[in-house]
């Protein structure tokens, strides 16, 4: 029985071109498999920081129930939630609220967005505070706070670019208009407690005894509910005050 003769090894350039691209694959498959888990990134940092929809549950199980239907998004009077784009991994499609560009109308009709959940992943117990804050209010740099520095403020609390909206009780209670055409005069600057629509859950507070120091420090009370009507409307840039989500109220 005649044996089958061996194929001789392909020459050395062959073998080398053959390294090349078996390295190259190798590097591209790496770098696929990198860029994937990139997508985890952005969500692990950002569960901490993205501010949820009132009425969220649990970071996980939120993430669990919510269908990314955009219920929440549709019914929202201000277009305040907005949902995770491609650059949040994992979490595309997931509402969330970016309080400084546009905060949540707490004060809208039974709080729209709950209503409209279908899944419960925004709970429908409004009864339970707790469970309906989004977070808590923090003054996070006081040095440019302008109360803080007994300062009034006059003009477009963002400027005239800006196009937030709120519901001003004094303009139409039901209908949001821009923050740019409701200009501000005011000889101590108290946009974050004036335009709250949480009644009590900022003061002001004297920063001494001295009845000629105008100088106030924002408080933050028990009632607030991180909606970020605060963070949006100061008219600092960065603001002074931010929302701390899924923070829960804590007496100073």
């Not at 809208?108 to 409209?116: F, H, R, S, T």
């Not at 004036?194 to 000629?212: F, K, N, Q, Y």
Request: charged content about 25%.
């Amino acid at each position: 029985m005649s044996q089958i003769p061996k194929r001789p090894p392909p020459p050395a350039h062959v073998q080398q071109e053959a390294r090349r691209r078996f390295l190259r694959s190798l590097l591209l498959g790496g770098a696929a498999v990198g860029a994937a888990m990139a997508g985890w990134l952005p969500v692990l940092g950002a569960q901490a920081h993205r501010l949820r929809p009132p009425g969220a549950i649990g970071e996980d199980d939120f993430l669990a129930a919510c269908i990314k239907c955009g219920q929440c998004v549709q019914v929202c009077p201000v277009e305040a939630i907005v949902l995770s784009d491609i650059t949040d991994g994992f979490g595309v499609g997931v509402p969330h609220i970016a309080a400084r560009d546009q905060a949540c109308d707490f004060s809208c009709d039974a709080v729209q967005c709950i209503l409209a959940c279908p899944t419960g992943a925004l709970t429908h117990d409004l009864s339970k505070k707790e469970e309906v804050r989004m977070g808590v209010a923090r003054l996070d740099k006081p040095e440019i706070c302008l109360a803080h520095q007994g300062l009034g403020f006059k003009g477009q609390a963002r400027g005239a670019d800006y196009a937030g909206l709120h519901r001003y009780e004094a303009v139409d209670r039901w209908k949001p208009i821009p923050i740019a055409d409701h200009p501000y005069d005011l000889e101590l600057c108290d946009l974050c407690v004036r335009e709250c629509p949480i009644e009590g859950a900022i003061a002001l507070v004297p920063l001494s005894s001295d009845a000629a120091d105008k100088r106030r420090i924002p408080e933050i009370r028990q009632s607030c509910v991180g909606c970020g009507m605060c963070e949006m409307i100061c008219p600092t840039e960065p603001a002074a005050i931010v929302i701390d989500s899924r923070a829960q109220w804590r007496p100073a």
